[in-house]
Structure formats: structure tokens, C-alpha cells
């Protein structure tokens, strides 16, 4: 088992790069922001945020990864800093 590091650095570089993953996609098939947050039944501010790297609900992230209809663990990656 490994011991968290002392601040919360890594972890929102890891949700930065999510976010990043997730845009690349959806600029990948060609659809806009609305496009996304209307189909996965979100607000808009809400995937605003998840691109941004905000704080975000694994809820939020499946709805978006069977929108885009790419597997959850593509758009996570591998999870490490």
C-alpha cells in the first residue's frame, strides 16, 4: 500500500488530464460542448468543469465516456500522476 503525497498536486494534474482526454475526443468526432452535455443528460457547467479538470462524479465521467461511446478506462487513463 502506498502513502498519499503530502498535498493534492497529483491529483488534480490527474483530473486535468482527463479533462484534456475527454475534449480531445469529443474534438476528435467533430461535436461541440452542447453536443455532449445535452446527450449525457448534464448541465452544461457541469461538463464544463470536467474539461476543465474540476472536481467531477464518476457518474458524470460514465455518462460522458458512453456518449462519446468510448470505454471509461481510455478516457482515465492510467491513473498515475
Known sequence: MRDLPDDDTWL???QRRIGERIRAERLRQNLTQDD????????RWTYQR???????RGST???IAWVLDVPLA????????
Do not use: C, H, K, T
Open 12 to 14: 488534480r494534474d490527474s
Open 36 to 43: 455532449v452535455w445535452i446527450a449525457a443528460g448534464i448541465q
Open 50 to 56: 470536467v474539461e476543465a479538470g474540476e472536481d467531477w
Open 61 to 63: 465521467l460514465l455518462r
Open 74 to 81: 481510455e478516457l482515465l487513463g492510467d491513473g498515475r500522476p
